[in-house]
């Protein structure tokens, strides 16, 4: 049957997450905040909720103080939570203003 495909599998979607609100069984997530700490493939990023520690396979190209979204996997750890992260996005030309405004509309909506 040369003409069926296999299909690849498909990873879980990316649920925005603040770094307070972090559960147990989330598998993947999206976090936006400030990179305020860096090692080779080690940051650590602080949203105003919290702080969380990213590992990336490779080195980091991005510096302390700017604002980034990082997707990745949830590791449960004993005191909390790790990312294994896959994208990092550079997000320091984002209107923060204009953004937290429209989340606030989205929950807004959500809970009607």
Do not use: H
Request: net charge negative; aromatic share 6%; proline share 6%.
């Amino acid at each position: 049957m040369p003409d069926e495909k296999v299909p690849f599998p498909r990873r879980f979607p990316a649920i925005e997450r603040k770094i307070a609100e972090i559960k147990p069984n989330d598998v993947r997530i999206s976090i936006l905040g400030t990179l305020i700490d860096k090692d080779e493939n080690l940051i650590v990023i602080d949203d105003g909720s919290g702080k969380i520690k990213v590992v990336f396979d490779k080195p980091i190209d991005f510096t302390i103080n700017q604002r980034v979204r990082v997707f990745g996997r949830v590791i449960p750890l004993e005191d909390g939570f790790e990312i294994q992260g896959e994208i990092i996005q550079d997000m320091n030309k984002l209107d923060i203003n204009l953004y937290n405004e429209v989340k606030n509309l989205e929950e807004g909506v959500e809970n009607v």
